[in-house]
């Protein structure tokens, strides 16, 4: 059993920075990603940013040079630090982790909401 603990979502003007974090436990033998998704409301859930155990990062256009995707491997924990955001950041934010080469999990996501 796996368990994603999140959180560091919330209300913060457009401008402002958020960052969540995103620990994970439970049945993990190998960490090989995490990283975070996105919904807003009518909107597909896309991909915000990701890390791999080899360190390598991918971010979504709209983010890049705002967000900052960060791990600390001692602690199977991800970092997502926001800055500079923008009313269309707005969405539930969904931390995932992919383990053991071969399953997914998700967790129950943190909303974040950036007012005008």
């Known amino acids: 059993q796996v368990q994603l603990m999140e959180s560091g979502g919330g209300l913060v003007q457009a401008g402002g920075s958020l960052t969540l974090s995103c620990a994970a436990s439970g049945s993990i033998f190998s960490i090989n990603a995490m990283g975070w998704h996105r919904q807003a409301p009518g909107k597909q859930r896309d991909l915000v940013a990701s890390t791999t155990s080899g360190g390598s990062t991918n971010y979504a256009d709209s983010v890049k040079g705002r967000f900052t995707i960060s791990r600390d491997n001692a602690k199977n924990t991800v970092y997502l630090q926001m800055n500079d955001l923008k009313p269309e950041d707005t969405a539930v934010y969904y931390c995932?982790?992919?383990?053991?080469?071969?399953?997914?999990?998700w967790g129950q996501g943190t909303q974040v909401t950036v007012s005008s």
């Open positions: 995932y982790v992919r383990y053991n080469d071969r399953y997914w999990y």
